[in-house]
């Protein structure tokens, strides 16, 4: 079992940012993805990070205001979020994915999460 906490959410104004940081229990070189689900909407993916080797890569249209970067140690990876808008608006998650360095996993391909944290950007 490995167990991941997020951190970071909270509320802004459109065009503010927020670092969110998702800790792990656990060491090693991990597929680390952020997923986001708003109200009524489908989980989608932000982005993803191989730990071992700091590789990224971004869901559609997420790359630009969002980016993921391994944290103050191997088993947290981060994501800045800047310029928000009210549609970011959601419950932020981060997972544990299968190991692949193709693209950002899906969801069913994510084993473990964290319960989020929520984001809240108002106009």
């Known amino acids: 079992q490995v167990r991941l906490t997020e951190s970071g959410g909270g509320s802004v104004q459109t065009g503010g940012s927020l670092t969110l940081s998702c800790t792990l229990d656990?060491?090693?070189?991990?597929?680390l993805a952020w997923f986001r689900q708003a109200p009524g909407k489908e989980r989608e993916v932000i982005a993803s990070?191989?730990?071992?080797?700091?590789?990224?890569f971004y869901g559609d249209s997420m790359k630009g205001r969002f980016t993921i970067f391994q944290g103050d140690a191997t088993n947290k990876v981060d994501l800045q979020l800047n310029n928000l808008e009210t549609e970011d608006t959601g419950r932020y998650y981060c997972?544990?994915?299968?190991?692949?360095?193709?693209?950002?996993?899906?969801?069913?391909?994510?084993?473990?999460w964290g319960r989020g944290t929520p984001v809240t950007v108002s106009s």
């Open positions: 997972a544990n994915c299968i190991f692949q360095r193709l693209r950002t996993p899906r969801v069913d391909e994510c084993a473990y």
């Open positions: 990070l191989l730990t071992g080797d700091g590789t990224s």
């Open positions: 656990t060491y090693g070189s991990l597929n």
